[in-house]
């Protein structure tokens, strides 16, 4: 018997060893990569010029492809996370900086960013999870002490799954959806009064606060924030535009922040895919429009 609890201890801590010296190797191998995963293939971090970060509304509004066909042979990458808070996509870019230092930013930063109702719930609801799994990685070396001090549930529940999971996310870039803006009007009424209560015991600075030490760590790279276009009724859901302008002015007071407003840009009802995300035909629409506006003032700069 007592043989084979010897061989049952030394059977776990072995297992245990296994799993750790694999988690460490995957984290140097993050640590040291220039490479990033796209649709399952391998690119270099060094490759593009300007990235563009934010959540769903800037994965299905902006198509690199189409703004990386220009005449100043400047390429762009979409690293958008679907659902991703503002707090998580801070760390993403601190180590994208870190392995192309010369790149610059476009951040969307939209009307429910800056609202307790917004993305900042999916850093402390349930989904927080999900979000910890996508960007552990990229946050190890910049807030784990938060989220240890803070989530622990959720680290446990990473370090026992980190075994088979993929330490670099696998970016999907541009996402064309159809419109369903029909069965998104029927849920106006109920959207409108959703308020996620476990957020209020949170600053909703947190994740400002963190863009703004983001940005003031690279004076040299140029970020510019843009709120893309949001349906009229998604305005009404939020009364939060003194907040949003408060937000906004404050980043901007960084020398190296440049803020476009495209919230009111025109779009046909087919051009959205809900209140806030655009269809394939809207977002190829903004994209096409946005790229001669940025690159206009991009050249410019």
Known sequence: MKEFIKDFYNLIFSTFLI???????????????????KNNKIYK?????????????SLGALD??????????????????????LFYTSDLINYTLSKNPRADIILEIGTNNVDER?????????????HLNNFFY????NDLFFFIQNKKEDVILF???????????????FQGWNSNLEEAKKNFLRDSITI???????????????????????PENQFYIIRLPEHNLYLKIFS??????????????????FFYDFVDFELPENGYRDLYHLSKKGGITFTEYFKTFFLKNYETK
Do not use: C, M, W
């Open 45 to 57: 971090y060094n490759d593009f010029n300007i990235g563009i970060f934010g959540h769903s509304q």
């Open 138 to 141: 990229y946050s190890l070396f």
């Open 118 to 130: 917004g993305t900042i719930r999916g850093f402390h609801d349930k989904n927080s999870y999900f």
């Open 64 to 85: 690199e492809k189409l703004l990386s066909d220009n005449e100043y042979k400047l390429r762009f990458e979409n690293f958008s996370i679907t659902g991703a808070p």
């Open 19 to 37: 799993v750790f010296i694999f988690f460490v190797l995957k984290t140097f191998l993050v640590y040291n990569s220039g490479f990033y995963i």
């Open 240 to 257: 939060n535009s003194e907040r949003y302008k408060s937000v906004i002015n404050r980043l901007k007071k960084n020398k190296n922040v």
């Open 196 to 218: 996620n209560k476990d957020v209020k015991k949170f600053s909703v600075d947190l994740e400002i606060n963190k863009i703004d030490k983001l940005i003031k760590r690279n």
């Open 159 to 173: 370090l026992f799954k980190s075994f088979f999971n993929n330490p670099l996310y696998n970016f999907t870039g």
